[in-house]
């Protein structure tokens, strides 16, 4: 039963949801891509879904698709929490509302990155006239994203980066590749040079829908990272801040600060969490990412390597094109039932508890 939560593609994980939605009585909201495209020409949306009483102040906003094909994991517990009646249940008190698809394009794509080749989480920089430095990605650059993806070099890149790891351990090489970078629009983990349409819209949304809420906790759903199945509470802010009480009020000890050695992320900049917590600081917000763990992280990057490679190199409808898709697909959403189950079990104990929070 949990499986049918989830979906084969991006088209398919949106019909259920906007149908889900309808049957719930959640009003909709969609904004079409106004410049990309997903497979076979079609068009591509992010889509905001909300319910709950007129007079509630308390708004759950959960939020899929961040990085392309991690979207099969949000999606399918959105749907899941329309489908199993929990969200009603929630809706009868709270606000409640769902925003699917941050980054269309890579969910319908198979791609962490956007249409632009950028990571959304790095693109809500405060200051883009003087976006952080990444020296040690600068020195990589080569080994991140090696423009001849022949299998020698691509071997020979991986070569490098363990030899980097090993030289200077691996939290080091991990920082360097993923922290975000703002130099190699070709590279990985670009944070962009502006705003995209995806953090605009989002921010759209978010300002809309929380008109008259005072109080917001906001969970954006996330893989590739960790062991398998395991959720990992994340979030940005270090422990000794206001952010961060509030988190530990409703999550305890489980909230690990990637501000921490302890996280099983490296400290990012630009990031959605601070980007929404700044638009919305009028409501205190309470924002964490879950981390579902899929594969090795080896194996990760080098399908998130892949896709990048491929939308700006190489040919998507080519039979490399889809092994590379493939790859990224099976790296972020394992197409598991055992893996469903956990992440199911998991995002609803974490929700759940945000929901508690607010009695
Ligand atoms: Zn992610």
Not at 238 to 247: I, N, S
């Amino acid at each position: 039963m949990i499986d049918e939560y989830f979906s084969k593609d991006y088209f398919e994980a949106r019909e259920k949801f906007l149908s889900a939605c309808n049957e719930n009585g959640f009003v909709i909201k969609s904004e079409k891509h106004p410049n990309a495209k997903g497979p076979q020409n079609r068009d591509i949306f992010m889509d905001c879904a909300i319910k709950g009483p007129e007079d509630a102040k308390k708004m759950l906003l959960i939020i899929s698709g961040t990085h392309g094909p991690e979207g099969y994991c949000g999606s399918g517990f959105q749907y899941g929490l329309l489908k199993s009646g929990i969200a009603n249940e929630w809706a009868k008190k709270y606000k409640i509302a769902f925003i699917h698809a941050h980054n269309a394009y890579g969910f319908a794509w198979d791609t962490r990155f956007n249409e632009d080749n950028i990571d959304l989480n790095r693109n809500y920089l405060e200051d883009w006239n003087n976006p952080p430095k990444n020296p040690d990605y600068d020195e990589l650059s080569q080994w991140a994203l090696p423009t001849d993806y022949s299998e020698e070099n691509v071997n020979l890149a991986m070569m490098k980066l363990v030899e980097y790891a090993q030289k200077n351990g691996f939290p080091k090489l991990q920082s360097a590749l993923t922290a975000g970078q703002y130099n190699h629009p070709k590279g990985v983990y670009y944070g962009g040079n502006g705003p995209s349409w995806s953090n605009k819209t989002i921010k759209n949304f978010a300002y809309e829908i929380t008109q008259d809420i005072e109080n917001i906790v906001i969970i954006d759903m996330h893989t590739g990272l960790g062991p398998f199945g395991h959720g990992e509470i994340l979030c940005d802010c270090a422990p000794d801040t206001e952010e961060y009480k509030r988190l530990h009020a409703i999550w305890g000890d489980e909230v690990v600060s990637t501000k921490t050695e302890a996280s099983v992320s490296a400290d990012l900049s630009g990031t959605l969490d601070s980007g929404l917590t700044k638009l919305l600081s009028k409501l205190s917000p309470a924002f964490i990412a879950i981390e579902f763990g899929t594969i090795d992280p080896l194996s990760v990057f080098k399908s998130t390597q892949g896709t990048s490679w491929l939308h700006t190199y190489g040919d998507k409808e080519s039979e490399f094109g889809k092994k590379l898709t493939q790859l990224s697909r099976d790296a972020f959403y394992p197409q598991s039932s055992e893996w469903n189950e956990k992440v199911w079990a998991r995002s609803v104990e974490v929700a759940q508890k945000a929901i508690d929070n607010f009695a």
